[in-house]
């Protein structure tokens, strides 16, 4: 394979991209955003949720593990494809129990922000799962609610590659499969508040819970309130055409 | 079984997993002996992670489950963390978190046993060892479990007892074995009394009938011995992949991609070290093509692998056996051990000097998605069995990252007709796009269920005619996967262009409820989705509380709409095949059988749902308030 870069079009803008870049490295770079949820800068992709799916030259494919190609032709934005992360986005909702108003991870959940920008308005279609499982507070600075979590595995692989500690995995099959901790309990493991997986920026919704500081940042000021999950990676794109 | 000491083998030639004789209660790993074991059995596996399927299988059959301690001790033997073997243990079927019985009786519970006297076999098997299904008996002699299609939809209701096959289960028969193992039977002796007499062959027949109904010229009929791998032997690799190219050979798996093209990918990659797998993960319900395969060709579907490996490249094969197929992996060790013997693995095969290939089964526990290829490879890993991202794919980057090759039983078998007869007598067979002849696994509401072997082309009517199905009024063409056809698709064609199948033929009468056969599957693909992606592992579970809604009665028209559109996120947005054809049973139906659907909607009223009960909805704060409604209760004042 040749190193020289190439281009391809997302939406009819054309944008560059190197050998070895997904579809979502390359148009992070260009200032496009892809819808994610599972995906998340510095962990390897997963390709889980699914809510980074594309047409790539007609095809279904997750734009964070499916390498940018010469004259690819991407569809992102369509009516079609965010009618169907709607739905994934509505999925996740409904597998676990996510109720905004008592959360704390409100505001800067990226669950909650996705589903406003993917403009999940009104009341939901599926039937709610109601997932009843027991929340482990054993760790003196780190609580899990797994009944909040969207298994997108962003603490697995930050635990596992960036922390060296492997202290969350999967285990079951199917409507089964949840992430658990490689013990007992989270307080027989060596897990640290200040592991990179325990980080804010780590777990997308309010699962992993960081005790004593959940409300320090009020309502209203939290990451998402000031405008919609995408803007950070969107704003590279006008500035640029600003320039 | 615990006094028998075990020895210590090679890693090609696995130690036969002993079964239970139910006399002897299973050790439940609370003694000091139990760490020691599972030293030994993962020794026995060179305390290789890749191994840890069959370091689990081996623990899960001397202890009866995976316990927490058993977890600990195998992760630090193979150096892997605990929640790491608890992915793997709590991912497949077979593997237990729980103690099961010394004798664990699984029941197939596939629609076409529900149809054939499921409920009359569980009822005797419940009432005579006196534990309802679920559960294990509180002396931890016996289990009983439901288990989905076990591939003896020919010969419905069929159960595994641990590893032992036992079909045509009648109320009387259920009872009587049910009966004989309380009585300290073994499951063997049943089979036969004189089961360790007999050959591995004998056993595997003993037990299963073929049931080969109509045997075609490619597969069924004559098969000279290896001619095929002896014409290969003096071919290049070149020659042999466009010889297979030439022939028009799809894969007969399912997905029916080029065989052609996956082995000219492997061999032209650079790796020296490559891999043959063979799939015979036969899971999709209704499909028993690999089983009659394995059994009665199972020195084909090795000579095919041989001319595989001898491609592409590769020095190392392997047969991924279902573990539903547990009965047949003496047989197929015995078969590669006359092989080596004959020369025709190992090293120098067929005196051609450098021409080494030798293979090992990996037995699977319970898992259908395994057998999409790259699920495989990770299963082969000792991973949970999801598949895999794509790309890179399997033939460039495969087991362990090496190429590797994955294809069927069945295309294994053609492969090596092709290179003896030739590419030309292959096409003459079939249609256009769809070369060769094809086995079909006929089952459910016909006379003569069994396995047919048949050119491609022939209509759904011409293979009811041969199977004795003129009751039909639906057929499942390709499993739970594939499509659903009425009476008046029955002139459509088996090809590739038109109804592609990997072999399954279902055949449902005109008494048949079609909402509860497509719930059915749809529970089957819940129970059997990996959970890796969001809309399969999540959507079809909403698919399957749908059509229960209209199963129910509780459904309207918008829930045509929803299922559609629910139907197509999942099967667009989903990893693996698995959930790009898991709503197959009900967008078929919904294409093929509408009135089916719109029979049981009621339509809604005054903008309330015809279907919602306020009188049941309020009944609960009634109770809590401990008053009537104001709104809804005429008698309110009362």
């Known amino acids: 394979m040749s190193d020289a870069a190439f281009t391809f079009t997302i939406d009819g803008v054309t944008i560059t991209a190197e050998p070895g870049q997904s579809i979502m490295d390359a148009a992070d770079a260009a200032g496009i955003y892809i819808p994610r949820l599972c995906d998340h800068e510095g962990l390897r992709h997963q390709g889980g949720c699914r809510v980074c799916t594309i047409k790539a030259n007609g095809r279904s494919a997750a734009a964070c593990t499916q390498p940018a190609a010469p004259d690819l032709v991407v569809e992102n934005e369509s009516e079609h494809i965010n009618a169907m992360r709607r739905n994934l986005v509505e999925m996740l909702f409904h597998e676990g129990n996510h109720l905004c108003p008592i959360c704390e991870a409100s505001g800067n959940c990226e669950l909650q922000a996705m589903a406003y920008r993917l403009g999940m308005t009104e009341p939901t279609k599926f039937p709610y799962l109601e997932p009843c499982r027991a929340v482990d507070a054993s760790h003196p600075d780190i609580a899990l609610d797994t009944n909040r979590c969207i298994s997108c595995g962003r603490c697995i692989r930050a635990s596992q590659d960036v922390d060296g500690k492997g202290i969350f995995g999967y285990v079951g099959r199917g409507i089964h499969r949840r992430v658990a901790v490689n013990g007992p309990d989270l307080a027989h493991t060596d897990a640290e508040v200040t592991d990179h997986a325990m980080s804010a920026e780590v777990c997308p919704v309010g699962c992993i819970i960081r005790k004593r500081v959940g409300f320090s940042t009020p309502i209203g000021e939290r990451e998402f309130d000031g405008g919609l999950i995408g803007q950070d990676i969107e704003r590279k794109r006008s500035q640029g055409k600003g320039q | ?638």
């Open chain 2, 1 to 638: 079984m615990e006094a028998l000491p075990e020895a210590h083998h090679g890693l090609m030639n696995d130690p036969k997993i002993p079964s239970g004789n139910g006399l002897t209660p299973p050790d439940r790993g609370s003694n000091g002996g139990a760490d020691g074991a599972i030293v030994e059995i993962c020794t026995r596996f060179g305390n290789d992670k890749h191994r840890m399927l069959d370091i689990l299988l081996a623990v899960q059959d001397r202890f009866r489950w995976i316990s927490p301690e058993a977890m600990e001790t195998i992760a630090e033997q193979t150096g892997q963390s605990r929640i790491q073997v608890e992915g793997v243990a709590s991912f497949y079927h077979f593997l237990s978190q729980e103690p099961k019985g010394a004798i664990t009786i699984r029941i197939c519970d596939d629609i076409v046993d529900r149809y054939t006297g499921l409920a009359d076999a569980v009822a005797a098997f419940e009432e005579e060892l006196g534990i309802a299904m679920g559960t294990t008996s509180a002396d931890g002699r016996f289990s009983l479990d439901y288990t989905p299609c076990i591939g003896m939809c020919d010969q419905a209701p069929a159960a595994m007892v641990n590893g032992v096959i036992f079909t045509r289960l009648t109320k009387q028969k259920a009872r009587s074995i049910a009966a004989a193992l309380r009585e300290g039977a073994s499951p063997e002796e049943l089979i036969s009394p004189q089961f360790e007499a007999l050959s591995p062959y004998e056993r595997a027949t003993a037990s299963v009938d073929n049931n080969i109904l109509h045997a075609g010229e490619v597969l069924l009929g004559p098969v000279p011995q290896d001619a095929g791998l002896e014409k290969a032997a003096v071919l290049r690799s070149e020659q042999i992949i466009a010889t297979v190219e030439a022939s028009g050979l799809r894969g007969c798996g399912g997905a029916g991609f080029t065989s052609g093209a996956k082995w000219r990918f492997a061999a032209a990659e650079a790796d020296p070290q490559k891999y043959v797998f063979c799939n015979a993960d036969e899971g999709e319900p209704g499909t028993f093509k690999d089983r009659v395969l394995l059994t009665e060709r199972a020195d084909l579907v090795i000579e095919g692998m041989t001319i595989a490996a001898r491609a592409i490249g590769a020095k190392e094969g392997l047969i991924y056996l279902r573990g539903e197929y547990a009965y047949l992996r003496d047989h197929l060790e015995d078969v590669l051990a006359k092989r080596r013997a004959r020369g025709l693995l190992g090293s120098d095969i067929l005196d051609k000097p450098g021409f080494d290939f030798d293979i090992r089964i990996q037995m699977g526990a319970g898992a259908y998605i395994c057998g999409e290829e790259g699920a495989l490879i990770s299963s082969c890993e000792g991973l949970p069995g999801e598949p895999k991202t794509r790309p890179p794919f399997p033939v460039n980057r495969g087991y362990l990252g090496h190429p590797t090759v994955v294809n069927n039983v069945e295309t294994f078998c053609h492969a090596a007709r092709i290179l003896d007869q030739g590419a030309q007598w292959f096409q003459s067979m079939g249609t256009e796009g769809s070369n060769g002849t094809k086995l079909f696994s006929i089952s459910g509401d016909c006379r003569n269920p069994g396995i047919y072997e048949l050119p491609y082309g022939m209509s759904v009517r011409d293979v009811l005619t041969l199977a004795g199905g003129s009751d039909a009024a639906a057929v499942l063409v390709g499993g739970p996967s594939g499509t659903m056809v009425g009476r008046d698709s029955f002139e459509r064609l088996l090809s590739f262009d038109d109804l592609a199948t990997a072999g399954a033929i279902v055949v449902f009468s005109g008494e048949r409820n079609i909402l509860e056969i497509v719930e059915y599957y749809l529970g089957f693909f819940v129970h059997e989705s990996c959970g890796y992606c969001t809309p399969c592992r999540v959507g079809n579970v909403f698919l399957q509380k749908t059509i229960q809604k209209f199963r129910e009665g509780n459904a309207d028209s918008s829930d045509v709409a929803y299922l559609r559109d629910l139907a197509s996120t999942i099967i667009e947005t989903s990893r693996c095949g698995l959930g790009m054809t898991s709503p197959n049973p009900i967008l078929s139906t919904l294409e093929n059988f509408p009135l089916v659907y719109s029979a049981t909607t009621k339509e809604n009223e005054g903008g309330m749902k015809a279907t919602f009960d306020i009188q049941a909805a309020i009944s609960g704060a009634r109770t809590i308030a401990k008053r009537r409604s104001y709104i809804f209760d005429k008698d309110f004042t009362q």
